[in-house]
């Protein structure tokens, strides 16, 4: 009997833990400011924005965790290579019609587009190397 204390004891408090290590995880990604190289877009603004030069696009939506989590990427992503790219960010839940044309169906989604063209997509949260690669590849070619 007393090594089921022990052990619930120990599940206990790792269950604990990993409650607590999330909860500190999303007050630190919500409350990252966003980079002010950092272009946020609308319906009206998309093509116009993307049409020349290099554009890495984040469709993202306020009640979406993963999105929470990749911000923070984005806006470092913007931060470092903003002068040469456009570090973009799209609301999909107040601008439905450009996530609609583009067959959004998941969120975060990224794309990157250059001179209007989409060259690379991601779904899903990616690393802040993993886009900075794919739009220096965009700006090469």
């Given at each position: 009997?007393?090594?089921?204390?022990?052990?619930?004891?120990?599940?206990?408090?790792?269950?604990?833990?990993?409650?607590?290590?999330?909860?500190?995880?999303?007050?630190?990604?919500?409350?990252?400011?966003?980079?002010?190289?950092?272009?946020?877009?609308?319906?009206?603004?998309?093509?116009?924005?993307?049409?020349?030069?290099?554009?890495?696009?984040?469709?993202?939506?306020?009640?979406?965790?993963?999105?929470?989590?990749?911000?923070?990427?984005?806006?470092?992503?913007?931060e470092e290579i903003g002068d040469?790219?456009?570090?973009?960010?799209?609301?999909?839940?107040?601008?439905q019609r450009v996530a609609a044309?583009?067959?959004?169906?998941?969120?975060?989604?990224?794309?990157?587009?250059?001179?209007?063209?989409?060259?690379?997509?991601?779904?899903?949260?990616?690393?802040?190397?993993?886009?900075?690669?794919?739009?220096?590849?965009?700006?090469?070619?």
């Open positions: 009997m007393h090594i089921f204390w022990i052990v619930f004891g120990v599940l206990f408090i790792i269950l604990v833990f990993s409650f607590y290590r999330r909860y500190k995880m999303m007050a630190t990604v919500s409350g990252k400011p966003e980079s002010e190289k950092l272009v946020i877009l609308t319906d009206a603004t998309f093509k116009k924005q993307i049409a020349k030069g290099v554009s890495l696009v984040d469709f993202w939506a306020a009640w979406c965790t993963p999105c929470k989590i990749q911000g923070p990427m984005v806006s470092e992503v913007a040469e790219a456009k570090i973009c960010k799209l609301d999909v839940q107040n601008n044309e583009l067959g959004i169906r998941n969120i975060p989604t990224i794309l990157v587009f250059k001179n209007g063209k989409i060259v690379k997509k991601f779904v899903g949260v990616k690393t802040k190397s993993v886009l900075m690669k794919a739009v220096k590849e965009a700006l090469k070619n």
